[in-house]
T-cell receptor, first 110, second 112 residues
Framework: GEQVEQLPSILRVQEGSSASINCTYE??????FPWYKQEPGENPKLIID???NMERKQTQGLIVLLDKKAKRFSLHITDTQPGDSAMYFC?????????WGSGTKLIIKP | DPKIIQKPKYLVAVTGSEKILICEQY?????MYWYRQSAKKPLEFMFS???????DNQTASSRFQPQSSKKNHLDLQITALKPDDSATYFC???????????FGPGTRLTVL
C-alpha cells in the first residue's frame, strides 16, 4: 500500500538550534499534509498543516515546506526548547484517508 | 472541558473476550476515525466515517467493527480479543473528510 517515509527516526539537537524532519509520499493526488506532536502518554496534537496550493507555511516557530514535484515535505522547528521534545508525525492525505509516517523522536539537549 | 470523550481510559481483557470502546465528539464534526498505536506500529489508521457512513476500512480483520448510532458517536467493537490487540486506540474527528483531525485521549487496551 501507499507509504509515507519519515526521517530521521531519532533526532537530537542542542537547545536553541533548529530541528528538521523530512517526509516523502507516493501518491501524487495527496493534497493535505499535517504535522502532529505527541508527548508521552498523550494524544497526537495537530501543530501545523499545509495544503497542496501552498509551498510554505509558518506559525509560532514552525515552518512547513512542500515540494510537490519531489513529493516531499518537511517540518522545521526554529530555536528549539525543552518543551519541543516529543514524537512528531507527518501524514499525507487524500480520498478520506491520511497516510502516516512512522514518527520522529525529537530530543532537545540542554 | 474535553471535546472528544473516549471511554474507558484503561481496559484489561482476557484473550477471546469481546469489548466495546466508546467515542463521542462534541465538536460538531461530520467525520470520525479510529486509529491504533502500539510499539509495533506507531500510528495505524483503522476506519473513517463521514455522516455515519463507512468511507474507508484499512483493518484486515473482521474482528474489528465500528458502530455509529449517532453522528457524533463512533464506537469500536472488538471480538475474540488476542494479546496482539493490546494497544492504545485513538478516536479522532474532523469537520470534513480527512483534514484537520483532532484526536481523543485514547483507550489503552491490554489483552492478557
Amino acid at each position: 500500500g501507499e507509504q509515507v517515509e519519515q526521517l530521521p527516526s531519532i533526532l537530537r539537537v542542542q537547545e536553541g538550534s533548529s530541528a528538521s524532519i523530512n517526509c516523502t509520499y507516493e501518491n501524487s493526488a495527496s493534497n493535505y499534509f499535517p504535522w502532529y506532536k505527541q508527548e508521552p502518554g498523550e494524544n497526537p496534537k495537530l501543530i501545523i498543516d499545509i495544503r497542496s496550493n501552498m509551498e510554505r507555511k509558518q506559525t509560532q516557530g514552525l515552518i512547513v515546506l512542500l515540494d510537490k514535484k519531489a513529493k516531499r515535505f518537511s517540518l522545521h522547528i526554529t530555536d528549539t526548547q525543552p518543551g519541543d521534545s516529543a514524537m512528531y508525525f507527518c501524514a499525507a492525505g487524500s480520498n478520506y484517508q491520511l497516510i502516516w509516517g512512522s514518527g520522529t523522536k525529537l530530543i532537545i539537549k540542554p | 472541558d474535553p471535546k472528544i470523550i473516549q471511554k474507558p481510559k484503561y481496559l484489561v481483557a482476557v484473550t477471546g473476550s469481546e469489548k466495546i470502546l466508546i467515542c463521542e465528539q462534541y465538536l460538531g464534526h461530520n467525520a470520525m476515525y479510529w486509529y491504533r498505536q502500539s510499539a509495533k506500529k506507531p500510528l495505524e489508521f483503522m476506519f473513517s466515517y463521514s455522516y455515519q457512513k463507512l468511507m474507508d476500512n484499512q483493518t484486515a480483520s473482521s474482528r474489528f467493527q465500528p458502530q455509529s448510532s449517532k453522528k457524533n458517536h463512533l464506537d469500536l467493537q472488538i471480538t475474540a480479543l488476542k494479546p496482539d490487540d493490546s494497544a492504545t486506540y485513538f478516536c479522532a474527528s474532523s469537520q470534513d473528510n480527512w483534514v484537520e483531525q483532532y484526536f481523543g485521549p485514547g483507550t489503552r487496551l491490554t489483552v492478557l
